[in-house]
């Protein structure tokens, strides 16, 4: 080794090679089309074979789509329209079917005249559900989500605005009980005496006194049945209503599930088994046929109201699994932590379990309301005009027999874009909720 | 001994029942037991007395009366004259029939979907995200009705394929699809050992699963002969021999021969025929659960982490290998319990079939039955302990599976 020295180095580099480029092989869209479309001869045939769906696809659906005629009374005429503009048997849609049956497709029956009322009651309902969903929004909108349930309710059924003031009066009175004398008569005996007064209100007091009010001084609104509600309106408000009450409900069965007490448990396991293993549709049947003979005779409650009772019920079962498994995945440190804290059970259900186990399960909830969204379809079954109804409805008249795909294909766009949405308000809420360092 | 340090007990006061904490969770389930009781003694007297007030009586009896009503599709015999009981029977049949072929082609839909979408090919990944979301958002009902409408509106009539130059031909001369259902060829039995066909095909499946268990065996003797000596001694002809000689012999001793359909008046003879309702169902049901079935193994595959794949590429396992060996098994743990929920809502989403005639349990039992004999309380109670028990079943057998595949901790 001796020999080798440092001189005999043959080449030493003295100036710098200029950067270049990366070769057109390792950057840009060559590369990202090379590694993502082209890297083997699978992929090649994969992105042949999509490209030839996509084309087919789209070729038969944008020209159909895009040069389909808006106005036309009937099928038929849709037809001559389209013979005339692209010659006989071009296949192009015939949208005219919703130009001409919008209003129906969204309200049902409503009375055409009153259609101010459900498109004022949508607006009070973004208005109320904005600050329910975004944080950012001043912190005092929330009263008005508090009172825009009596109000929505007002402004769809119509009738005397006493009805719904009466109602609202019970929960303020529950709230001043609990309250005011929950203190002198200890924590307890305040929750029992808070959910009693008010039952007691509605069933005896709340009737005669929305009476004397609205006789005293009639202010009120054209009132409209449940009958005439249908269309996304119904969907809208079976959907909604479903959602608002079945996630309390579904986190108590949760807790229920979870709880020590054997016969609490017990009955929760027994509902929540019961009602997820028959068929939602089954359920709708009971209640439109069965639900009277559970029910003092004489007994008659609208078919609507019945259907929120059911879909309730249904989706609380199903969001009360959710939440338990939200629930399973917490450490056990964090419940051992709130009893060294000395918090009771509702203490540190509310301040310290149930925050944490709903973050977690805000993926799953989410998806229950997107199925309860979808499943409000099935009151086509019971009778209440829903879209899909609506839709049958259409096809079977005179004019318009015999159209489908456009039909389908809007109510279909409606349903995605309601649903889609939930879905990505589920993941920006999971983004917002992320605590952990990643 | 130890010695009594406790102050004397003051004795039992009422308002421990309340304060108490070793009390009060008793206090809380009688109340709630007594609350609960009351309700149900209530429910259950106001039926009595309704159904007195309707002059009706709670009696199944009805089930054993002659139903007066005929089903379009049926796998085993029933006509008109049969009870509501049999009726009800060819219903569950239906059912089950097309949640079993429903769950079958959703989780194979699913499985190339979810793999399909974690694939390199941006094009095909966002194929099958345009696929999942579409099918996630969109009621099933409105899938359903669409696919009936399809089938009933767009293809041809019988009348069609008439003529020596017809509008229409059939799929590869044995497939007819016409506005009336699908026409496939069937297998009948020239010399049929019984006399009602499904004990022969009984007899066939119990040959067949007696070859595959025989197989099972083969393989394992392969295996063991592999760990002595080194060599694994050749089997594959041995194995398609006794997969098919065996049924074959069969098949060939009863006479069977292919019936294809064909046109026969104003309409197709012969055949199987796949109603349009059920071929609607079908497909929407398995394209649907799909979807979710899709995401559900996405997420099994994303959950195994990347370590595993590099782990055993450093082995020198090849990519199948390793996905056989090493990533299924443990993305199955993760995918297995929600696949579990899938087919039940499959199974229970069945019961949309009302949307398009279909005669499942729902229709025959939940709906012409109730509608003839007026027993809207006993069929309905029989309808929903049906399905209870079916999904119970589903997820008893599901769970039994899972358990023998879940991570062993010891």
């Known amino acids: 080794m001796s020999e080798v020295h440092a001189q005999t180095v043959a080449y030493v580099r003295d100036s710098m090679v200029e950067q270049r480029e990366p070769p057109l092989s390792q950057s840009g869209a060559y590369k990202w089309i090379h590694e993502n479309l082209l890297s083997s001869w699978v992929n090649v045939l994969l992105t042949i074979v999509s490209l030839w769906v996509i084309w087919v696809a789209l070729s038969h659906v944008i020209p159909w789509a895009a040069l389909g005629i808006w106005s036309a009374d009937s099928l038929a005429q849709c037809r001559e329209i389209r013979d005339e503009i692209y010659g006989a048997g071009a296949s192009v849609a015939c949208w005219a079917v919703i130009s001409e049956r919008w209003n129906q497709l969204l309200f049902g029956f409503y009375p055409p005249e009153l259609y101010w009322r459900p498109v004022l009651a949508f607006v009070v309902f973004l208005a109320a559900i904005a600050p329910v969903l975004f944080a950012s929004l001043p912190r005092k909108m929330l009263w008005g989500s508090v009172v825009a349930p009596f109000a929505l309710f007002w402004l769809i059924w119509g009738g005397s605005i006493w009805m719904p003031v009466a109602v609202a009066l019970g929960f303020v009175l529950g709230w001043a009980v609990l309250r005011f004398a929950g203190p002198a008569i200890g924590a307890l005996g305040g929750v029992v005496l808070a959910i009693v007064v008010p039952v007691l209100y509605w069933l005896f007091l709340a009737g005669p006194l929305a009476g004397g009010l609205a006789a005293a001084l009639p202010i009120g609104l054209e009132p409209v049945g449940s009958n005439d509600i249908g269309g996304f309106m119904l969907a809208t408000i079976i959907g909604v209503s479903g959602i608002i009450l079945s996630l309390p409900l579904g986190i108590v069965l949760a ?164 649903c889609f949405s939930m879905g990505r308000y589920s993941l920006f809420l999971e983004k917002k909720l992320r605590r952990e360092h990643r | 001994m130890t010695t009594m340090t406790d102050p004397p007990g003051r004795g039992f006061r009422l308002s421990q029942l309340i304060y108490d904490t070793r009390y009060r969770s008793m206090t809380i389930q009688v109340v709630a037991m007594i609350l609960l009781m009351l309700l149900f003694s209530w429910l259950v007297s106001n039926t009595i007395h309704n159904l007195q007030n309707l002059g009706k009586d709670f009696d199944f009896g009805f089930l054993s009366q002659p139903s007066g009503y005929d089903i379009n599709q049926r796998l085993i015999d029933y006509n ?16 089950v029939l097309v949640a079993f072929l429903g769950c079958a082609l959703a ?62 031909t059939m799929l590869f001369d044995v497939f007819a699809i016409t506005n009336r259902g699908v026409y496939i060829p069937a297998i009948h039995f020239g010399t049929p050992f019984f006399d009602n066909g499904f004990f022969n095909w009984l007899l066939v499946l119990i040959v067949l699963g007696a070859s595959i268990f025989g197989i099972q065996r083969l393989r394992h003797w392969a295996t063991e002969k592999q760990e002595a000596t080194g060599a694994r001694p050749t089997t594959w002809y041995f194995i398609l021999g006794l997969l098919v000689i065996p049924t074959a012999i069969l098949m060939v001793l009863m006479g069977a021969f292919w019936d294809i359909p064909s046109l026969q008046g104003f309409n197709f003879g012969g055949g199987i025929h796949l109603r349009n309702s059920l071929i609607a169902l079908w497909l929407a049901l398995s394209l649907y659960t799909g979807a979710f079935i899709a995401e559900i193994v996405r997420g099994g595959i994303l959950a195994v982490s990347k370590g595993q794949t590099e782990a055993a590429y450093a082995l020198g396992l090849r990519p199948g290998t390793t996905m056989n060996l090493v990533i299924l098994p443990q993305a199955m743990r993760v995918i297995i319990p929600p696949l579990i929920s899938q087919f039940l809502n499959l199974t229970k989403n069945s019961s949309l079939a009302i949307a398009v005639g279909y005669m499942d349990v729902r229709s025959t039992l939940g709906g012409i039955t109730i509608n003839q004999t007026g027993r809207e309380l006993e069929g309905m109670l029989l309808l929903g302990l049906f399905y209870l028990v079916l999904s119970l079943l589903i997820s008893g057998a599901m769970n039994i599976y899972n358990a023998s595949v879940k991570l062993k901790e010891r």
């Open chain 1, 255 to 418: 807790l229920g599930r979870q709880s020590d007490l054997f016969i609490i448990n017990k009955c929760s396991v027994i509902f929540i088994e019961v009602i997820r293993g028959v068929p939602l549709i089954v359920w709708l049947f009971t209640a439109s046929l069965l639900l009277n003979y559970f029910l003092p005779p004489g007994t008659n409650f609208d078919l609507m109201l019945r259907v929120i009772i059911m879909v309730t019920l249904f989706s609380s079962a199903y969001i009360a699994e959710v939440v338990r498994g939200g629930l399973a995945a917490l450490p056990k440190g964090q419940y051992e932590a709130a009893d060294a804290l000395g918090l009771d059970y509702w203490k540190s259900m509310r301040l310290i379990i149930l925050p944490q186990a709903l973050k977690i399960s805000i993926p799953g909830i989410v998806n229950t309301f997107i199925g309860l969204f979808k499943d409000t379809t099935l009151v086509v079954f019971i009778g209440l005009l829903d879209p899909i109804g609506l839709s049958n409805a259409i096809r079977a008249s005179t004019e318009w027999n015999g159209i489908y795909w456009e039909l389908f294909v809007f109510i279909g766009l409606c349903f995605f874009v309601f």
């Open chain 2, 107 to 168: 989780t194979i839909l699913g499985v190339i979907a979810g793999v399909l979408r974690l694939s390199n090919n941006w094009l095909v990944s966002r194929l099958m995200a345009v696929y999942v979301e579409g099918f996630r958002n969109v009621p099933l009902l409105l899938w359903i009705v669409l696919i009936f409408a399809l089938m009933t509106e767009s293809t041809p009539a019988p009348s069609a394929f008439r003529g020596e130059n017809p509008d229409s």
């Open chain 2, 80 to 95: 008109s004259q049969s009870t509501h009981g049999r009726a009800a029977l060819v219903g569950i049949i239906n059912t």
